[in-house]
């Protein structure tokens, strides 16, 4: 009987189960195939198969044997030095640093050779010795096979005394959204295999989000000196500094990571991150734009850099950058009320309603875009329907914007109260959220509070977010130059303090004051024109923090400094926390700041009674 036929009807019954039966699995954070890596093994392991094969017919020093060995062998060898060079290489090359990983595949490759060697040797022997035909050999041959099904589920008991068997199953569970279960995984792994570079990396980045910002440094400072060639483990350690606010250390590790991988993309829009969240958009859209040149394909470094171009009030490169996100994600809510919101800072409200609606449209629940929706709607005058939309936006999910937006429309409808406890609610769930507590600060006027208890209301502005140990500076003494005066508002544009600004700027002594001004304008108009032909300087401060203005101050030599409208608005009357002028002054602001290191206040009984 020819019992090739049973295998090849064997083999095909095989294949069809595999296809019908058995799902495709793949690696969501691996981009793309290894082609290098995957062209060295293959050809690598063809010359070493090849030259073992051809000593059946030739002496093992015969160049028919040792060439093909010996390139495969080399191939072998530069397949390994390519892997350890990858961010995600096929082949972990780390896991054979433990110990008990090692000896396991040495094990298991010996245990390999001799069962299937022992097969090969018996299946000949009962065919052609004892002259069984396919199936009869098969048969007598099945005790082995059942053997090692017996014996799987017991080896599978002790690999748990393996940090590698950990790691791999903590993979697993991260992969199906199991994060407790692969938490517990990668711990007992570590506890194994203390040397698992891996094990470390993915605890610590589960730790960070988890909100353990300090355990998740000390898991990647872990991975990195386990593997310091590791770009990725310098990234992720970078992300978990940044996550706890440690902004130096953070930069430090990522510029680490890029020392290690130039073309790491990642790590560029984690600098970007950090920027941002320091405040310093113009860095971080440098970030943002290198991140891009490696890999233009990710729509979040687009988001993201949107998000800083508009910080900065580059509104139109900034709906680019918007648009680039969908034409990647046609789907994204995201990017939706992002254009929204741009479209917003350039007045047209009727397309940002547009889009706020269209990012609803696809994320229902999308609590953010409600809330724009809200202001959107709120700009355009239609307060009913802007109402409606904040109070959806908070049912959604506990939402310090909305409770904000809600405290600023309610006294539209005389609830001023209502308005205050807002105010409240939305620094009770983000304690930094300092504009919603000038926003109180300006709505209290028009409540029951009496003089005392809008005074203590400014004394806690101060205690909550005043900046701690600023310099004294002193009053240039030098009579023979002018006095240097700045001026900061958002308000430099067509608007009642812009307005009672310009003849302030026009009738002063020129010959004695210098003017600067410290613009947070987004959009600027006929008035920001005429108040900047009024000043020496205008200086765009849009999408600076407090502490970045008081420095830029300081750097200019400002002797004083006035505050606009503090309460009001997008004002910055935390900036004289910083002590950036030896003398800081708060004017048109009807009462007091509360900050210490303001040194006076411009009113009149009308304005402040």
């Not at 041959?141 to 059942?146: E, H, I, S, V, Y």
């Not at 943002?288 to 998000?307: F, I």
């Not at 005389?414 to 620094?427: C, K, M, P, T």
Request: charged share 20%; aromatic share 8%; with cysteine.
């Amino acid at each position: 009987r020819d019992w090739s036929s049973d295998v090849c009807s064997s083999d095909l019954i095989a294949l069809v189960v595999v296809l019908l039966a058995v799902r495709e699995s793949s690696d969501p954070t691996v981009k793309s195939l290894d082609v290098v890596g995957t062209v060295l093994v293959t050809l690598g392991l063809f010359g070493v198969t090849y030259g073992l094969i051809g000593t059946n017919d030739h002496p093992w020093l015969s160049p028919h044997t040792l060439v093909p060995l010996l390139i495969g062998i080399a191939l072998i060898a530069v397949f390994v030095a390519w892997e350890a060079r990858q961010d995600q290489p096929m082949v972990p090359l780390g896991f054979f640093r433990s110990r008990g990983f090692s000896t396991s595949i040495i094990v298991a490759t010996l245990v390999g050779f001799g069962m299937f060697g022992s097969l090969f040797v018996v299946t000949l022997y009962m065919q052609n010795i004892r002259g069984y035909d396919a199936i009869g050999a098969g048969v007598r041959t099945l005790p082995l096979t059942m053997a090692v099904m017996v014996m799987a589920p017991i080896a599978g008991k002790l690999n748990p005394k393996v940090g590698a068997y950990h790691y791999n199953l903590g993979v697993a569970q991260q992969r199906r959204g199991d994060g407790v279960g692969a938490l517990a995984s990668y711990r007992r792994a570590v506890g194994l295999s203390p040397d698992l570079a891996e094990a470390h990396n993915n605890l610590g980045n589960l730790l960070r989000e988890s909100g353990a910002f300090e355990a998740a440094i000390e898991s990647c400072r872990r991975a990195v000196a386990l593997r310091g060639s590791w770009a990725e483990a310098h990234l992720n350690l970078g992300t978990a500094l940044q996550a706890a606010g440690r902004f130096d250390e953070a930069l430090t590790s990522l510029h680490r990571a890029i020392g290690i991988a130039p073309s790491l993309a990642l790590a560029h829009q984690a600098i970007g991150n950090v920027q941002q969240q320091r405040g310093r958009f113009g860095d971080a859209v440098a970030a943002y734009r290198r991140s891009l040149q490696y890999d233009p394909a990710v729509p979040q470094t687009h988001l993201n850099l949107g998000n800083a171009l508009q910080a900065l009030g580059q509104v139109d490169d900034a709906i680019a950058a918007f648009n680039a996100v969908l034409k990647l994600n046609p789907q994204s809510a995201e990017a939706c009320t992002n254009l929204g919101n741009a479209y917003l800072a350039l007045n047209d409200r009727a397309a940002a309603v547009t889009w706020h609606r269209r990012a609803i449209e696809h994320d229902p629940s999308f609590a953010l875009a409600w809330n724009n929706l809200g202001v959107a709607l709120q700009m355009e005058g239609r307060h009913d329907e802007a109402r409606a939309a904040y109070e959806r936006a908070a049912s959604l999910q506990p939402n310090a914007d909305a409770y904000n937006n809600l405290g600023l429309l309610l006294p539209f409808y005389g609830e001023v109260d209502q308005a205050l406890q807002r105010f409240r609610q939305a620094i009770e769930l983000r304690p930094d959220f300092s504009t919603a507590y000038r926003n109180f600060l300006g709505v209290m006027l028009y409540s029951g509070l009496g003089a005392g208890e809008r005074y203590g209301v400014a004394l806690e502005f101060e205690e909550r977010y005043a900046a701690r140990g600023s310099p004294a500076l002193a009053v240039r003494g030098d009579g023979g130059k002018r006095l240097k005066i700045g001026y900061v508002s958002s308000d430099l544009y067509e608007h009642p303090v812009g307005r009672n600004l310009e003849p302030v700027l026009a009738h002063r002594e020129r010959e004695r004051f210098e003017v600067v001004l410290y613009a947070d304008v987004l959009r600027e108009d006929a008035t920001s024109a005429r108040l900047k032909g009024l000043a020496d300087r205008w200086e765009s401060v849009a999408g600076l923090s407090d502490a970045a203005v008081a420095e830029r101050v300081r750097a200019e030599g400002i002797d004083v400094l006035v505050l606009l409208a503090g309460r009001f608005d997008r004002n910055r009357p935390l900036v004289a926390s910083y002590r950036a002028a030896p003398v800081q002054v708060s004017f048109h602001d009807p009462g007091t700041s509360g900050l210490k290191e303001m040194d006076y206040l411009i009113a009149d009984r009308v304005l402040v009674p």
